[in-house]
DNA sequence: TAAAATCTATAATATAATTATATAGATTAA
DNA sequence: TTAATCTATATAATTATATTATAGATTTTA
């Protein structure tokens, strides 16, 4: 049940984006650097949240990455659901088919509304709200 | 960030037992058939629920589990939080200490609430609830 | 009291998912 | 045209999950 290094770490680097919005586009080596996460690593987390268009990329030299949104229109949620590859906490909540029990299972109900209500919570965090925080407190994290 | 199937197979496991709870204890074995789940490893996931006093076991002959409290007393959030081991979505939450970068996060806060959000929900729901619903619909399943 | 049914404990294996790294290539500003 | 950067794909390492196997302990009942 814990949360996979891909949806964390890309919060992290959609954070540290935001962070530096103002700024050109930004190195992956330098995101790198300050969140300590490994250069290739990142190179496969931003494939998706490019496809999605949370960034924008320049190649060449003065290259690198921008958010193409601002931090207040990008929720926690979706970062998490993107990464995570769906919102919910069970195979059978989005694939009843992948089941054969589905049909008559008491249990399944549950775990949908648990998900749920993880997504609604996450779902009312923007970037934009990290970044008042990280304005009053520190850097970025887990 | 799916549900292990320990606890899945977990909550079916005292579900099940639920919806035998008049008669005396149940085999692992008739269990295991009704669920569809191997025997040996519902041996395994029922070991902390018997610590944790969910459950009692009769040992011999005409021996088998019984729950050891009515369901109306057993919540799913305190079945999944014993066999996922903590109700975090991250490690850091209940062991800051597990990353140096903890204490100037800004992310592990949501992570939290997360988690939050999602208990309130399970923890919300027992055994009983699962019954009533179990007799008006079917039976259990994922 | 012995046999059979059951639970208990631990170990071993198999499978899959996650995380991370490596290699080679494409693009483009200067 | 070179060097900095992003892009794509493949591979390897690690860890977690799920399952099965083996041997043992307990206890009812015939």
Redo the contacts between chains.
């Keep these: 049940?814990?949360?996979?290094t891909r949806?964390?770490y890309g919060?992290?680097l959609l954070?540290d984006m935001a962070q530096n919005y103002q700024g050109g586009p930004l190195h992956l080596t330098s995101i790198a650097n300050r969140q300590?996460i490994s250069v290739k690593y990142l190179e496969q987390i931003i494939i998706p949240l490019k496809k999605a268009n949370y960034v924008k990329s320049v190649r060449g030299p003065k290259g690198g990455h921008v958010l193409a949104r601002p931090p207040e229109e990008i929720t926690?949620g979706e970062i998490?659901a993107l990464l995570?590859d769906g919102v919910?906490?069970?195979?059978?909540s989005e694939r009843p088919e992948s089941?054969h029990?589905?049909?008559?299972?008491?249990?399944?109900?549950?775990?949908r509304?648990?998900?749920?209500?993880?997504?609604?919570?996450?779902n009312s965090?923007t970037l934009a709200d990290?970044l008042k925080?990280?304005e009053t407190?520190?850097?970025?994290?887990?």
Excluded at 88 to 92: A, H, N, T
Excluded at 113 to 122: D, G, I, S, T, Y
């Design positions: 049940m814990k949360l996979s949806s964390r919060t992290r954070l300590g926690v998490v995570e919910s906490l069970v195979e059978c089941c029990r589905s049909e008559n299972c008491v249990t399944r109900h549950i775990w509304e648990a998900a749920a209500a993880m997504f609604a919570k996450l965090i990290l925080i990280s407190e520190g850097g970025a994290g887990a």
